[in-house]
């Protein structure tokens, strides 16, 4: 089977500092990984996608790399803010382009 | 644009009762699915609808139906409802078909309590 796993349920970090979240994938290399953040009583909202031919992608304080060789996805938040407070989850492509297989998600809280 | 919208928000049923959660996406988007969502679980996919007129099991089907009445909607069917089903349902679509598409809108969810 396609597992995804997100190995920290928790992470506290200070305001001002990098966020680092996981995410580990089994078998073989996904066509691309997504990352996705989910606040409190909301649905995902999709943050960003990179692809297996890709080692980095950046959207402002945003960065994710993809290590095939590790099968591992980092997600990075620079200089993180409380309101950066959610769960992150990731997400892997299964069975084609049409479905994805989510991570069970980090809970990440941003300290002042 | 509304983007997708679920309704109800909230539901209690009891054990047997049948219910139908409703999705509309206004994106004009091919594709759809229903998530359900458990603490410890993650997201977990029950149906999709790759385009209109297909639908397609996922990971945990049993004990529902679907229905992609067209383009826009696309529907689940609860028809005995049991505790086990108690759950965050989440509705989503992509607009399929070249990679760089392949982000999913979400829903706001439904929040299904069975006692």
């Known amino acids: 089977s396609q597992k995804i796993e997100q190995n920290s349920e928790a992470l506290n970090i200070q305001e001002g500092k990098t966020a680092t979240l996981t995410c580990n994938y089994t078998?073989?290399?996904?066509?691309?990984l997504q990352w996705y953040r989910q606040d409190p009583g909301r649905g995902p909202v999709f943050l960003l996608l990179i692809r297996e031919n890709e080692k980095e992608k950046r959207k402002e304080r945003l960065k994710v790399t993809f290590d095939t060789t590790l099968k591992q996805s980092l997600f990075h938040i620079t200089a993180s803010q409380p309101a950066d407070s959610a769960t992150y989850l990731c997400a892997r492509n299964s069975g084609g382009y049409q479905k994805v297989t989510f991570g069970t998600g980090t809970k990440l809280q941003v300290i002042p | 644009n509304a983007g997708v919208t679920q309704t109800p928000k909230f539901q209690v049923l009891k054990t047997g009762q049948s219910m139908t959660l409703q999705c509309a996406q206004d994106m004009n988007h091919n594709s759809m699915y229903w998530y359900r969502q458990d603490p410890g679980m993650g997201l977990r996919l029950i149906y999709y609808?790759?385009?209109?007129?297909?639908?397609d099991k996922g990971e945990v089907p049993n004990g529902y139906n679907v229905s992609r009445l067209n383009k826009r909607e696309f529907s689940l069917r609860l028809e005995s409802a049991a505790p086990s089903q108690t759950s965050v349902y989440f509705c989503?679509?992509?607009?399929?078909?070249?990679?760089?598409?392949?982000?999913?809108?979400f829903g706001p969810g439904t929040r299904l309590t069975v006692l």
């Open positions: 989503a679509s992509r607009r399929a078909g070249q990679a760089t598409y392949n982000e999913q809108f």
């Open positions: 609808s790759a385009s209109e007129g297909t639908t």
């Open positions: 078998n073989y290399s996904p066509a691309y």
